[in-house]
């Protein structure tokens, strides 16, 4: 299946696929197809991470010694500023195409537990297929 997302949907839906990883579902395909869409999502979302980060050191306010001006001790924060604004929300909105496998509602019946919630599948929407 040919999905089209935006970086941010990315970002957004991998907490999501992580959580489904952990579930055991009653289609047998459900895993295998779970683990495709995880191998091929996961890279993208790293050089998104890696991306953003380097938007935020690159741009970071620095003092009078070129040094990153940091918000905290543990140097994890920094003053968002109008250039990582905009880089990052450029970034955000870059799409990236996907042949991921379809995963539709008959793919996501669990074995035990709690059935999925809406609000477990709404950040995959954009990964799902729904004749």
């Known amino acids: 299946m040919k999905v089209t997302v935006t970086y941010r949907e990315i970002l957004e839906a991998m907490p999501a696929l992580d959580k489904l990883m952990g579930r055991e ?3 047998p395909a459900t895993p ?3 683990a495709i ?3 091929i999502v996961a890279p993208v979302h790293q050089d998104i991470q890696t991306r953003r980060e380097s938007i935020v050191m690159a ?3 620095k003092d009078e010694a070129g040094e990153i001006v940091w918000l905290d001790k543990e140097k ?3 003053r968002i500023n109008d ?6 929300k450029a970034l955000f909105e870059t799409t ?5 496998p379809a995963i539709g509602p008959n793919d996501l019946e669990v074995i035990g537990g709690k059935p999925l919630t ?3 599948l709404y950040m995959l929407v954009p990964f799902l297929k729904v004749d």
């Open 83 to 88: 250039a990582i604004e905009a880089q990052i």
């Open 25 to 27: 579902f009653k289609p």
């Open 118 to 120: 809406p609000a477990d």
């Open 76 to 78: 994890g924060t920094v």
């Open 37 to 39: 869409l995880h191998r």
């Open 32 to 34: 295998v197809k779970l």
């Open 96 to 100: 990236h195409d996907f042949d991921a």
């Open 59 to 61: 741009n970071a306010d």
